[in-house]
């Protein structure tokens, strides 16, 4: 299936904001959404997750324009751990299924589908503040799963892990593409994008200024580098010598 995201605009009162962005990928696809912090990147999915109303933008699924009931075909990771403290990841999903409109008699197994999905079915009953960083982002994978999304978008998802655990939670993240699921990430790790993404856009300032498809070979720092204008810092230790 072929997504294409056309023309979307949310400006502020400050001039902030984002600027005609558009980008297309496929079913499979991993992108990598980057920019710096303000470029525009929370600003674009909250637009099309219609948390803040867009001033102008259209999504195509296959060349039809998509209608509200479509947006269920996408989820979302968020950048923060929200989540109730006091309740087991079980019923927090079981909580997250009913307001998506499954089916009751439906619910118990597709929650435990996703929680074996990502390897966490033996946790169903566990608190999420009585589980590791990584199973908690394992927990919030699963939830944004329930209902069967053809695109995930992903909100710096490895932030605050080691790197161990960062691995296993992005070798998810490709089974989910060799599985058809359409991966869009925004984060600012760019040497680690490298190693899972196919595909890559770049935001500066509201506006698009990169995309195209990438393979392990390039270099995304210095494609970053070349397009935004930006350069190398560089230590100087000789201020410290003495004269």
């Known amino acids: 299936m072929k997504f294409e995201i056309k023309n979307y605009s949310k400006l502020f009162k400050n001039g902030a904001g984002i600027n005609g962005l558009s980008m297309e990928f496929n079913s499979g696809d991993i992108v990598g959404l980057i920019g710096d912090n303000g470029a525009g990147k929370s600003t674009f999915i909250k637009c099309i997750f219609r948390e803040y109303e867009k001033d102008t933008g259209e999504i195509y699924l296959d060349g039809e324009n998509m209608q509200i009931k479509d947006l269920r075909q996408f989820s979302l990771f968020p950048d923060q751990s929200i989540y109730p403290n006091g309740i087991s990841i079980y019923d927090f999903m079981y909580y997250t299924a009913s ?3 499954i089916k009751n008699n439906a619910i118990k197994e597709i929650v435990l589908k996703a929680l074996q999905a990502v390897n966490l079915l033996e946790y169903k009953n566990k608190t999420f503040k009585n589980l590791s960083a990584g199973m908690q982002k394992r927990a919030l994978l699963a939830n944004a799963l329930i209902t069967k999304p053809k695109v995930l978008f992903l909100d710096e998802p490895t932030a605050n892990l080691d790197v161990k655990t960062r691995v296993q939670f992005l070798d998810l993240l490709k089974s989910l593409a060799e599985q058809g699921v359409a991966i869009i990430i925004t984060t600012h790790l760019i040497d680690e ?18 995309e195209d498809a990438i393979n392990k070979t390039i270099d995304i720092r210095k494609i970053y580098q070349d397009v935004t204008k930006s350069s190398s810092e560089k230590i100087n230790l000789s201020v410290f010598t003495d004269n």
């Open 99 to 101: 307001l998506s409109g």
């Open 193 to 210: 994008l490298a190693q899972i993404i196919n595909r890559l856009v770049i935001i500066e300032k509201g506006e698009k200024v990169f």
